[in-house]
């Protein structure tokens, strides 16, 4: 079973988006499991302080270091397997499928979700916290950013996804964007009365024609949107 163990000061966030559709019934069937550890417990006052004003000055607060490393220890101590560490931060590498597909071959992962100014750099660093970011924009926490990796992970797990080939074929995979998609009706009139037509191709039933018109459409979105894909 994958794990997925989140550190948080909102455990009640949990699963959030996880608990629904085909990753909320992953974790009924006991494909993955969720535990969230709360570092309110883990705080060094009479108060159950986690918190403490930045060196050097500034506004905020930074969560203490000997706070982050105690949830962490309660963890590992417990735990006979390796696991990654990631810390979510906006200062972190961009996450990207090939960083979801590499999380999802492991036995799990411990996620630290950050909140204020963010964590002190020292545990990140000594305890080897892998550090990722969802964006290159600022949340309050890292709960959602948390939640978006393990859904990224939890659908590649075996057995999650009905047809396990559309991985295969979805975005990112060889560095492109996916094609685009048409359903029915053949021919749909918007409201304004114009008519909008599936490609011939798509319903031309000859399934090589349909592969390259689709590899073609991946090339030419990528260009469009994501040309430092076709760098790599
Ligand atoms: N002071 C930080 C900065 O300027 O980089 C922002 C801290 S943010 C308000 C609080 C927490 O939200 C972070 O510690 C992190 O856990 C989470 N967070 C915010 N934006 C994120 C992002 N783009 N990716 C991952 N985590 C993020």
Same mark, same amino acid.
């Given at each position: 079973? &994958? ?6 000061? *909102? $455990? ?7 608990? *629904? @559709? ?30 403490? @004003?930045?060196?050097?000055?500034? /506004? ?10 105690? !949830?962490?220890?309660?963890? +590992?101590?417990?735990? =006979? ?5 990631? *810390? ?5 590498? /961009? +996450? ?29 660093? @000594? ?9 290159? #924009? ?7 950013? !948390? ?13 999650? +996804?009905?047809? !396990? ?13 996916? #094609? $685009?998609? #048409?359903?029915? $009706? ?22 090589? %024609?349909?592969?390259? &018109?689709? =590899? ?6 990528? %260009?469009? #949107?994501? $040309?430092? +894909?076709? %760098?790599?």
């Amino acid at each position: 079973m &994958w794990r997925a163990k989140i550190i948080t000061i *909102y $455990p009640e966030m949990f699963p959030g988006v996880l608990g *629904y @559709s085909i990753i909320g019934k992953a974790l009924k069937d006991k494909i993955w499991s969720l535990d969230t550890i709360n570092l309110n417990e883990f705080g060094f006052d009479k108060r159950n302080s986690i918190d403490d @004003s930045p060196f050097g000055g500034g /506004p905020g607060m930074v969560i203490r270091p000997d706070v982050v490393e105690r !949830a962490v220890m309660s963890i +590992l101590k417990n735990l =006979k397997i390796k696991i990654p560490l990631v *810390y979510m931060t906006p200062s972190g590498r /961009p +996450l990207n499928q090939q960083d979801i597909v590499r999380f999802s071959q492991q036995k799990g992962i411990i996620i630290l979700c950050g909140r204020f100014e963010g964590v002190d750099i020292r545990v990140i660093d @000594s305890l080897g916290f892998e550090q990722i970011s969802i964006g290159d #924009y600022v949340l309050t926490g890292g709960e959602v950013a !948390a939640q978006v990796l393990v859904e990224g992970c939890v659908r590649l797990l075996p057995g999650v +996804l009905g047809h !396990a080939e559309s991985i295969l074929e979805e975005s990112f995979s060889e560095n492109l964007l996916e #094609y $685009p998609h #048409y359903t029915r $009706p053949k021919i749909w009139v918007d409201k304004s009365g114009n008519k909008h037509h599936v490609p011939d191709i798509l319903v031309s039933g000859h399934h090589e %024609k349909i592969k390259e &018109w689709r =590899k073609e459409k991946s090339i030419e979105i990528t %260009k469009k #949107y994501r $040309p430092d +894909l076709l %760098k790599k």
